[in-house]
């Protein structure tokens, strides 16, 4: 079909023994264009799918849908992309076979800075994972990292967080559990004229119970700080240090 914007339209369809494939194409042109590609295969116990889709105008913007199984074995595919005065893309996965689970994503903005995010899970049998790190730039820059994994009766959790600009800061957490066990730690950093750390600890197993921090202060002079606490039923301990130095 043509006149001030034309159409094509394309259908096939083929099969030889246990193989069947079916497959179209659209297209439409005016002022901007629009293509489409669909694409269905079968072989055994082999199954694919696909498509794609375009579209243009002042900008243009992709897809692509693709799933594939075999057997116990199963996937799927996507990617998202927009382009005009600034770009995103996005990608997602997914896949399976048997007790194996897994999902992936990325993300990605770009203007006159960028993002980026990633995110991860996976599972087989009791285990279980997840992370997710996401990254921001402009005039200054951020990153995070968050993760969780658990097997049985472990858990464990961490984090980090970076941000730089005329300085830098980061922050670690970590938490882990085990049956009657608990750990819970953390560390702060802080750097620009001076610097600044700090790190705090804690755990806890059945009736122990034990606390630590330590700060540490430099700049023109110094300052250390230590402190401890712990308890075991009744018995409870205190310890402190603190030194501060002068130039």
């Given at each position: 079909l043509r006149s001030r914007s034309s159409w094509n339209c394309l259908r096939v369809r083929t099969s030889w023994n246990?193989?069947?494939?079916?497959?179209?194409?659209?297209?439409?042109?005016?002022?901007?264009?629009?293509?489409?590609?669909?694409?269905?295969?079968?072989w055994n116990c082999l199954r694919v799918r696909a498509s794609w889709d375009c579209l243009r105008s002042r900008g243009s913007w992709n897809s692509l849908r693709v799933r594939a199984g075999w057997d116990s074995l199963r996937v799927r595919a996507s990617w998202d992309c927009l382009r005009s005065r600034s770009s995103w893309n996005s990608l997602r996965i997914r896949a399976s076979w048997?007790?194996?689970?897994?999902?992936?994503?990325?993300?990605?903005?770009?203007?006159?800075?960028?993002?980026?995010?990633?995110?991860?899970?996976?599972?087989?049998?009791?285990?279980?994972?997840?992370?997710?790190?996401?990254?921001?730039?402009?005039?200054?820059?951020?990153?995070?990292?968050?993760?969780?994994?658990?097997?049985?009766?472990?858990?464990?959790?961490?984090?980090w967080d970076c941000l730089r600009s005329r300085g830098s800061w980061n922050s670690l957490?970590?938490?882990?559990?085990?049956?009657?066990?608990?750990?819970?730690?953390?560390?702060?950093?802080?750097?620009?004229?001076?610097?600044?750390?700090?790190?705090?600890?804690?755990?806890?197993?059945?009736?122990?119970?034990?606390?630590?921090?330590?700060?540490?202060?430099?700049?023109?002079?110094?300052?250390?700080?230590?402190r401890v606490r712990a308890s075991w039923n009744c018995l409870r301990v205190r310890a402190s240090w603190d030194c501060l130095r002068v130039r």
């Open positions: 246990c193989l069947r494939v079916r497959a179209s194409w659209d297209c439409l042109r005016s002022r901007s264009s629009w293509n489409s590609l669909r694409i269905r295969a079968s048997n007790c194996l689970r897994v999902r992936a994503s990325w993300d990605c903005l770009r203007s006159r800075g960028s993002w980026n995010s990633l995110r991860v899970r996976a599972g087989w049998d009791s285990l279980r994972v997840r992370a997710g790190w996401n990254c921001l730039r402009g005039r200054s820059s951020w990153n995070c990292l968050r993760v969780r994994a658990s097997w049985n009766s472990l858990r464990v959790r961490a984090s957490r970590v938490r882990a559990s085990w049956n009657c066990l608990r750990v819970r730690a953390s560390w702060n950093s802080l750097r620009s004229r001076g610097s600044w750390n700090s790190l705090r600890v804690r755990a806890s197993w059945d009736c122990l119970r034990v606390r630590a921090s330590w700060d540490c202060l430099r700049g023109r002079g110094s300052w250390n700080s230590l």
